[in-house]
């Protein structure tokens, strides 16, 4: 019997629906981890193949013929050695979610996932039938027990996989990520090794996917609870363990455990990985957007440059008769500060023009938001002009305070094809910007200090029309993440007026957040795949 067992974590960054491509990778992490780490055992990640989340490409035919083929060529091109292939698996009986077992150029094992997720951004009830039996196997004599994802999200998986033998256990992921996700993570593992007495190697996939973000965070627990091996957040890479027998027990050696990230590094971080792959995986060349001199365009265009280069960034200044000086000249400088091309384009003819067409319309009625959208409109119009013409996606520059309370123009700045700080409110912005400030400064000190203003009036600040961020943005994060009451939100001791006046606000723009572009999620709920509100309803506070 064997005494040492070598395991790869494959934390690899994937594309849905590419198939053949996803295959490309995993023959090559499979070679590279048996070639250069002499790896025994491979893990890949949790449906691997397809991508995930696959949805409803799951349904075509086509789709189910390329991931036959492409499991029958993973075990011809890796002939040796042992693989955890996530796939969906298809029968008789309809849909797995299922990790293939490739001993030695054959299917030894299919594990099919038990425990299928329902909640947040998952659905995998509409796509899969559950599993139900343990799947554990021998190698180089060390019993191996498989799971998936939310199969050690409760007790029995792991207990079934440890009464059929396992004294190992392998869990294939592709956990999303969100604000202190890994902490929970682990605390999960530690649950279930301790109550099963066995270590574990958990490998999670990689990359942005649409508004979901995949952060790796790959893992090795021994026995005991404790975190002997932890891969770097958001890069790919093949991480290896080994399993050592000692005195009956599997126990893996230390290896390099990545330190935890902070918060507001691990967010920018997801923020400029969800970024580059949107863009990169839907190949465009680069990207235009609006540069207001503004904290929100600022931090935007701080993310895209480091997620696709100065050279693929493109920013638009757009001033009108209420720009200030000071966000001329700020726009400029950050712009200067990133190296990215700059230019300056007046909506001023535009918003005249536009005004004069409608003045007989408008006549004898005072001036109001009508007048100050029109001007977002203009800016949309040159922006997306100079999308059409170069191919540059359109980054919007929203963030999630503005979406809740409808505070952005439909058809205005809420156009473009993706947000990048969809997901983070106003006071989270401002602590991004300082983190990203403290790696080296890009941003003006004025810019962050500054009283927000959308500035389509004379001296407007975004407090004229809202709550201070001070206050909203517990009161959002409470109905939003939280779902309470206006009573529950008044009883932290917020003004149950303002509070009533709040939510409301959030209700009543559904509409506009049904028709705005995806964003990174990086909270426990994000407008988007787990924010599920009727646009028509009658429910009243």
């Not at 067409?357 to 001036?367: I, K, N, Q, S, Y």
């Not at 303002?498 to 964003?519: F, H």
Request: charged share 25%; net charge negative; proline share 6%.
């Amino acid at each position: 019997m064997s005494e040492s067992l070598r395991v790869a974590l494959a934390q690899l960054d994937l594309l849905v629906g590419d198939v053949q491509g996803n295959l490309t990778h995993i023959v090559r992490a499979a070679r590279v981890a048996q070639e250069e780490h002499r790896a025994d055992l491979v893990l890949f990640p949790e449906l691997a193949l397809s991508g995930y989340p696959p949805e409803d490409l799951l349904f075509h035919r086509g789709f189910h013929v390329q991931i036959d083929r492409a499991l029958e060529q993973v075990r011809r091109e890796v002939p040796a050695g042992h693989l955890v292939v996530g796939f969906p698996e298809y029968g008789a009986t309809g849909i797995a979610n299922a990790a293939a077992v490739i001993a030695e150029g054959r299917v030894a094992a299919v594990h099919r996932k038990a425990e299928l997720p329902n909640y947040k951004v998952f659905d995998e009830k509409r796509y899969f039938h559950a599993g139900s039996e343990p799947t554990v196997l021998t190698i180089k004599g060390f019993r191996v027990g498989v799971l998936i994802c939310e199969d050690i999200w409760v007790a029995e998986p792991a207990r079934r996989a440890r009464l059929a033998g396992a004294e190992l256990l392998v869990v294939i992921n592709a956990s999303p990520y969100e604000r202190f996700k890994q902490r929970e993570r682990e605390e999960i593992a530690r649950a279930r090794v301790t109550d099963v007495g066995l270590p574990m190697a958990y490998v999670n996939t990689l990359g942005g996917q649409d508004e979901l973000v995949f952060d790796g965070n790959s893992f090795v627990m021994d026995a005991s609870g404790r975190v002997v091996m932890r891969a770097p957040p958001f890069e790919e890479g093949v991480y290896c363990v080994d399993f050592l027998r000692e005195s009956g027990a599997v126990v893996p050696r230390p290896g390099l455990v990545a330190p935890e990230l902070s918060e507001e590094a691990s967010i920018y971080s997801a923020l400029v990985l969800g970024v580059r792959d949107y863009v990169n995986k839907h190949g465009f060349p680069g990207v235009v957007m609006g540069l207001s001199g503004g904290i929100d365009s600022a931090l935007t265009l701080a993310i895209a440059v480091d997620a696709l280069g100065a050279d693929r960034v493109h920013a638009v200044m757009m001033p009108s008769r209420y720009t200030a000086q000071m966000s001329l000249t700020d726009a400029a400088e950050e712009a200067r500060l990133l190296g990215v091309k700059y230019s300056v384009l007046s909506i001023e003819s535009m918003f005249e023009a536009t005004l004069s067409t409608l003045a007989a319309e408008f006549a004898g009625l005072p001036p109001d938001t009508a007048e100050e959208n029109i001007q977002s409109r203009c800016r949309m119009l040159l922006l997306m002009g100079l999308s059409n013409k170069t191919g540059r996606m359109l980054l919007t520059t929203g963030n999630k305070s503005e979406m809740a309370v409808g505070y952005a123009t439909l058809y205005g700045d809420m156009a473009g094809g993706f947000a990048p700080i969809k997901d983070c409110s106003k006071l989270l912005v401002y602590r991004l910007a300082a983190y990203r400030n403290g790696i080296h400064p890009v941003i003006p000190q004025r810019v962050i200090e500054r009283p927000p203003s959308a500035e389509l009036r004379y001296e407007q600040k975004d407090s004229d029309s809202l709550p201070p961020y001070e206050v909203l943005d517990p009161i959002l994060a409470a109905f939003i993440e939280e779902d309470l009451s206006v009573d529950e939100i008044a009883a932290r001791g917020f003004d149950r007026l303002t509070v009533g006046r709040v939510l409301d606000l959030v209700k009543r723009n559904e509409y506009k957040r049904r028709q705005a572009p995806p964003g990174v999620r990086v909270s426990r709920r994000a407008f988007g795949r787990d924010w599920r509100y009727p646009i028509t309803n009658g429910y009243r506070r």
